[in-house]
C-alpha cells in the first residue's frame, strides 16, 4: 500500500508504474506469450522512458512558473527600507461593513492570496530559499500586494510600463488612508510629479510639506523677504529689474521703520498707499517683494540664489499666510514656475513640499489658480513634456496627463490692458455678478477657451499669453519700460517657440494690440530659418477689432486724463504712426502670399473710457485687414471678444472658423 507521506513525485512515479504493470498483465495474458526474458526488459525501458520524460517536463514547468513569479513579486528592498524608517504612524483601519469584510469577493480575494503566499513559499523550499530573503524583510499584508507591485512598476525601466503605473495609481479609489501614505512616501520624484498631473490622482497621496523653519523672534516675514531680495545679485540687471528690487527695498525699509516706531509710514514715493489706504501696508509691500522676485526668477542664476537662501521655504510660508490674497498666491506660484524651468532645482523643490500644493491648487475652481499651478507642474514634468512654458504662457488644455492626442494648437493674445484670463472672460451679466458663480457652473465662465471650446475640440492644446501693458505712463508698472511692438513679439515669439508652438498646426486669435503683435510676429518668424516650422504650420488668424489702420484712442490722449502722457504702445496705435502702415502693407502681402485663412470681427457700439468721454476705439474701416471675412458685432471694444453664451453668434462662428479651418489636421 502507498504510503500517504510520500513526496508528490515520487508518489505519482509510483501509480503511473503500477497501472502500466497492470495494462502489460492484461495483454500478456491475453496474448501468445513471448520469450519472459525480452518483454521484461522492454516493459522496464519503456516505463523508464515515459515516467522520465513526466518528470522532467513538470520539473522544467514548475521550475519557469517559479521563476516568473519570483520576477513580478520580488521588492525593492530600499523602498522596504526606508518604509520602516518613516516618520508617520498608520494604523490599519477595518471597515465596520461585514458585508465588505465577508463577502465572495473579498474572500476569494483573501484566498487567492493566500495560494499565491503559499506557493512563494513552497518555491522557496524546493529551490533552498531563493526568495526567503526579500520576504523575511517585510511582513506584506495580502492586501497590500498591489501597493508594492504599483511601486516597483512605477520605477520601471521602460517608460510606457512608468506611465501605466502612474496612470493605475491614479485611478484607484478604494485603498485606506494608510496605503496611500505608502505610496506618498516610498515613490520617487517622477512618480509623484506624475500623480499630480493626473486629473484622478486622490490628494492622499501627497504627504503635507515639512515643517518650515521658525522666524526669529526680532525678525519678520517681510524683513525675511527684503532679505532674501537685497541677497540677490544687484548688477548687470534690466533696468525694469533694477526699479522693482530698489523700490521694494526701499519700501520694505520704511514700512518696517514704521511699524518699530509704531506708525505707519507714507514716506518714500508713496505710491503703494496713495492708490489704497485701505490695504495693510506689511501686504503691499510684500507684493512689491514679490514682484521683484518674479523678475529676478527670470534668470536662472539668481534662481540658484534664492534657492539657497531658503526662498522655497520662505515662500511657502508666505502663500500659506496669504491664502486669502490670490494676487499674492499668483506671484508666489509665478516665480516657482520660472525656477521650474531650471531642471537642476527640481528635486529641491519636490522636496520642499511644493508638489503637495500645487497638486491642491490644480484641483481649485479658480482657474488662475489652477493654471499657474499647472504650468509649474508642466515645468516640472519631463517624463511627458519636452516644452517648457515660462512666464506668461499659460496651457488652459489640457492641463492633466492625458491620452487624447493633440492635433493642433489655438494661441490667444490680449490687447492693451488685457490679461491672459480676464480678457477671454464670458459678457458680464448683471445678475449673474450679484450671485456667487462657481467656474463649473454652465451658466457663467470667466475663461471661455478653457470651458467651451476645450470640451467641443478636446484634441486642441489651448494657450493664452500674458504681458503687461498701459494706457498711460503715468499707469505703467514699470517706467522704463516702454517696449514697442517690435521687441514684445520677438519676446513673445521666443517663449512661444519654447513652449512648442510651431510643431503643430496653429490657429491665432487675438484681440485689439494683440492682433498686431500676431501680424509682427509672423513677419519676424519669416525672417529667422529656426521659426520656419511657426510660420509652415499656421494655417489662420483670428481678428477681434484688431486696428489695422489705427485707432482713435490715442487722438483723444488730451482730453483724457488716463492718457495725458500715453504709452508708447498707444502712440503706435495713431492713424499717421509709419510702423503701423509698414506693418499692414507688409502683413497683407505676406499672408496672401501664404493663403492663411483669415476671420475679423468688429465692433459696431463706443466704449466707455473711464468716467469722462465714450470712444468708437476701432472702427469698421480699420478692422478691415483686407482679406478674410468681416463682420461687424453689435457690441463695444471690451465685449467684442466675450460671448454672452454658448449659443451666441459670436463664440459660435468662432468655433465653426476652427474645426474648418483645421479640418484636415483633426482628421489625421
Same mark, same amino acid.
Given at each position: ?5 510520500? /513526496? ?7 501509480? *503511473? ?6 495494462i502489460?498483465c ?12 525480452t ?10 522512458k515515459f515516467?522520465?520524460?513526466l518528470?522532467?517536463g513538470?520539473?522544467? =514547468? ?7 513569479l ?7 528592498t ?6 520602516k524608517?518613516k516618520?508617520?504612524?498608520y494604523?490599519?483601519t477595518v *471597515?465596520?461593513d461585514?458585508? +465588505? ?9 483573501k ?7 503559499k506557493?512563494l513559499?513552497?518555491?522557496a523550499?524546493i529551490?533552498?530559499?531563493p526568495?526567503?530573503?526579500t520576504?523575511?524583510?517585510? #511582513?506584506? +499584508?495580502?492586501h497590500e500586494?498591489?501597493?508594492?507591485l ?5 520605477? $520601471? ?6 506611465l501605466?503605473a502612474?496612470?493605475?495609481? @491614479?485611478?484607484?479609489?478604494h485603498w485606506?488612508?494608510?496605503?496611500y501614505?505608502?505610496?506618498?512616501q516610498?515613490c ?12 484622478? @490622482?486622490?490628494?492622499?497621496f501627497f504627504l ?5 523653519p521658525s522666524l526669529?523672534e ?6 525675511e523677504?527684503?532679505q ?6 544687484q548688477?548687470?540687471? #534690466? ?7 530698489s523700490l521694494a527695498l526701499?519700501?520694505s @525699509?520704511?514700512?518696517?521703520a ?7 509710514? =507714507? ?8 492708490? $489704497? !489706504?485701505?490695504?495693510? /501696508?506689511s ?11 518674479v ?5 536662472p542664476t539668481?534662481?540658484?540664489e534664492?534657492?539657497?537662501n531658503g526662498?522655497?521655504?520662505?515662500l511657502?510660508?508666505?502663500y500659506q499666510?496669504?491664502?486669502?490674497c ?15 524651468l ?11 513640499g511644493?508638489?503637495s500644493i500645487?497638486?491642491e491648487?490644480m ?7 489652477a ?13 511627458t ?10 496651457? &488652459?488644455h489640457?492641463q492633466y496627463r492625458?491620452?487624447q492626442?493633440i492635433?493642433?494648437?489655438?494661441? =490667444?493674445?490680449?490687447g492693451?490692458?488685457?490679461a491672459? !484670463? ?5 459678457q458680464?451679466n448683471?445678475?449673474l455678478?450679484?450671485?456667487k ?5 454652465a451658466r457663467?465662465?470667466?475663461?471661455w /477657451?478653457?470651458?467651451?471650446?476645450a470640451?467641443?475640440?478636446?484634441a &486642441?492644446?489651448?494657450i ?13 508698472r514699470c517706467?522704463?519700460?516702454?517696449? @514697442?511692438i517690435? !521687441?514684445?513679439?520677438?519676446e513673445?515669439?521666443?517663449?512661444l517657440r519654447a513652449a512648442?508652438v510651431?510643431?503643430?498646426p ?6 485689439s494690440m ?6 509682427k ?8 530659418p +529656426?521659426? $520656419?516650422t511657426v510660420?509652415?504650420n499656421?494655417?489662420?488668424i ?5 486696428p489695422?489702420h489705427?485707432?482713435h ?7 483724457i ?8 504702445e498707444?502712440?503706435?496705435? $495713431? ?13 497683407? +502681402? =505676406? ?8 476671420l ?7 466704449t466707455y473710457?473711464?468716467?469722462?468721454i465714450?470712444?468708437?476705439v ?5 478692422a478691415?485687414?483686407g482679406?478674410?471675412?468681416?463682420i461687424?458685432?453689435?457690441v463695444?471694444?471690451l465685449?467684442i471678444?466675450?460671448?454672452?453664451k ?6 459660435q ?10 479640418a484636415?489636421d483633426?482628421?489625421?
Amino acid at each position: 500500500m502507498l504510503s500517504p507521506s510520500l /513526496p508528490g513525485s515520487i508518489l505519482a512515479y509510483r501509480m *503511473s508504474l503500477a497501472a502500466y504493470c497492470i495494462i502489460c498483465c492484461r495483454r500478456i495474458g491475453a496474448s501468445t506469450p513471448p520469450p519472459q526474458s525480452t518483454t521484461y526488459w522492454r516493459d522496464i525501458r519503456n516505463i523508464i522512458k515515459f515516467t522520465g520524460s513526466l518528470i522532467l517536463g513538470g520539473s522544467l =514547468f514548475l521550475t519557469y512558473e517559479v521563476l516568473a513569479l519570483k520576477k513580478s513579486l520580488t521588492l525593492d528592498t530600499q523602498v522596504v527600507e526606508r518604509e520602516k524608517m518613516k516618520s508617520y504612524i498608520y494604523l490599519h483601519t477595518v *471597515s465596520l461593513d461585514k458585508r +465588505e469584510n465577508y463577502g465572495i469577493t473579498y474572500q476569494a480575494r483573501k484566498e487567492l492570496h493566500k495560494a499565491v503566499r503559499k506557493v512563494l513559499a513552497t518555491s522557496a523550499k524546493i529551490l533552498r530559499g531563493p526568495f526567503a530573503d526579500t520576504f523575511s524583510t517585510i #511582513d506584506v +499584508e495580502d492586501h497590500e500586494c498591489a501597493v508594492w507591485l504599483l511601486l516597483r512598476k512605477s520605477q $520601471s525601466g521602460d517608460r510606457t510600463a512608468r506611465l501605466q503605473a502612474v496612470q493605475e495609481m @491614479s485611478e484607484t479609489h478604494h485603498w485606506h488612508d494608510y496605503q496611500y501614505r505608502i505610496i506618498a512616501q516610498a515613490c520617487d520624484l517622477r512618480t509623484l510629479i506624475g500623480l499630480a498631473r493626473s486629473k484622478e @490622482s486622490d490628494l492622499r497621496f501627497f504627504l503635507p510639506p515639512p515643517p518650515l523653519p521658525s522666524l526669529n523672534e526680532d525678525t519678520c516675514i517681510e524683513e525675511e523677504l527684503r532679505q532674501l531680495l537685497a541677497s540677490l545679485p544687484q548688477t548687470e540687471l #534690466d533696468e525694469c529689474i533694477q526699479y522693482f528690487t530698489s523700490l521694494a527695498l526701499s519700501e520694505s @525699509s520704511q514700512s518696517l521703520a514704521a511699524q518699530k516706531g509704531g506708525l505707519w509710514c =507714507f514716506g518714500g514715493n508713496g505710491l503703494p498707499y496713495a492708490e $489704497s !489706504f485701505g490695504e495693510v /501696508p506689511s501686504a503691499t509691500v510684500e507684493m512689491f517683494c514679490l514682484e521683484a522676485l518674479v523678475k529676478h526668477s527670470e534668470i536662472p542664476t539668481h534662481c540658484d540664489e534664492i534657492e539657497a537662501n531658503g526662498g522655497l521655504q520662505l515662500l511657502q510660508r508666505l502663500y500659506q499666510l496669504h491664502k486669502d490674497c490670490p494676487k499674492i498666491q499668483r506671484n508666489i506660484m509665478r516665480i516657482i514656475g520660472n525656477m521650474a524651468l531650471n531642471e537642476h532645482l527640481h528635486s529641491t523643490i519636490v522636496h520642499s513640499g511644493w508638489v503637495s500644493i500645487l497638486a491642491e491648487a490644480m484641483k481649485s475652481p479658480r482657474i488662475m489658480e489652477a493654471s499657474h499651478a499647472a504650468r509649474t507642474l508642466a515645468n516640472l514634468d519631463r517624463e511627458t513634456m519636452r516644452e517648457k512654458y515660462q512666464d506668461g504662457v499659460y496651457v &488652459l488644455h489640457p492641463q492633466y496627463r492625458t491620452s487624447q492626442p493633440i492635433k493642433a494648437d489655438v494661441l =490667444f493674445i490680449h490687447g492693451l490692458m488685457g490679461a491672459a !484670463f480676464k480678457t477671454w472672460r464670458q459678457q458680464d451679466n448683471e445678475q449673474l455678478l450679484t450671485e456667487k458663480i462657481l467656474e463649473d457652473d454652465a451658466r457663467y465662465t470667466t475663461c471661455w /477657451p478653457k470651458t467651451w471650446l476645450a470640451r467641443d475640440c478636446p484634441a &486642441l492644446r489651448i494657450i493664452s499669453v500674458e504681458y503687461d501693458t498701459s494706457l498711460s505712463d503715468w499707469r505703467t508698472r514699470c517706467p522704463m519700460e516702454r517696449k @514697442s511692438i517690435a !521687441f514684445r513679439s520677438d519676446e513673445l515669439l521666443r517663449k512661444l517657440r519654447a513652449a512648442g508652438v510651431g510643431d503643430r498646426p496653429v490657429i491665432w486669435v487675438s484681440h485689439s494690440m494683440g492682433g498686431l503683435l500676431v501680424k509682427k510676429m509672423l513677419l519676424e518668424a519669416s525672417k529667422k530659418p +529656426e521659426m $520656419s516650422t511657426v510660420i509652415n504650420n499656421t494655417r489662420g488668424i483670428i481678428f477681434y477689432s484688431v486696428p489695422h489702420h489705427g485707432s482713435h484712442l490715442a487722438e483723444y490722449s488730451v482730453n483724457i486724463r488716463y492718457l495725458l502722457f500715453p504709452s508708447l504702445e498707444v502712440k503706435e496705435l $495713431s492713424k499717421d504712426s509709419p510702423a503701423l502702415k509698414t506693418l499692414q502693407d507688409d502683413f497683407l +502681402e =505676406f499672408a496672401k502670399d501664404k493663403n492663411f485663412q483669415v476671420l475679423n470681427f468688429v465692433e459696431t457700439l463706443p466704449t466707455y473710457i473711464g468716467s469722462m468721454i465714450k470712444l468708437h476705439v476701432v472702427p469698421v474701416e480699420s478692422a478691415d485687414l483686407g482679406i478674410g471675412d468681416l463682420i461687424p458685432v453689435d457690441v463695444d471694444h471690451l465685449n467684442i471678444c466675450k460671448p454672452k453664451k454658448k449659443d451666441a453668434f459670436l463664440y459660435q462662428r468662432t468655433l465653426q472658423f476652427i474645426c474648418e479651418t483645421l479640418a484636415k489636421d483633426l482628421e489625421d
